[in-house]
């Protein structure tokens, strides 16, 4: 499956952007998607996950009532709306999917498939 992610941009704190991974290539609908992040000189971090009806889902505890994720397997896509941005959140995002969808996954090694990231800025 190729992933496509977009939405990233220039915002000013407190801001909000929607971040989408659109999926092709195969049946996007039975994988699990995360997104995840990485800041300049820091190592990738998990953001948030849904699982494959978008019954389950996951957020790290930085971005807790302020991220939501979900997803619309008719369109193959996966949102990230992102709200009250905080200049730390700036980073490329990243969307995975996993095909095994044993259940949601927290680390990068969990999944098979990566988009390119698109690019958040925030300033303050």
């Known amino acids: 499956v190729q992933l496509q992610a977009s939405g990233g941009g220039l915002v000013q704190a407190g801001g909000s952007l929607r971040l989408s991974c659109a999926a092709s290539g195969r049946t996007f609908s039975n994988y699990v998607v995360g997104w995840f992040r990485q800041a300049p000189g820091k190592k990738r971090e998990f953001v948030a996950a849904?699982?494959?009806?978008?019954?389950?889902?996951y957020y790290t505890d930085s971005v807790k009532g302020r991220f939501t994720i979900s997803r619309d397997n008719a369109k193959n896509t996966v949102y990230l709306q992102m709200n009250s941005l905080q200049p730390e959140d700036t980073a490329v995002y990243h969307c995975a999917a996993d095909p095994r969808n044993y259940g949601l996954g927290f680390t990068a090694s969990a999944y098979d498939y990566w988009g390119q990231g698109t690019l958040v800025t925030v300033s303050s």
């Open positions: 849904i699982s494959a009806s978008g019954g389950e889902i």
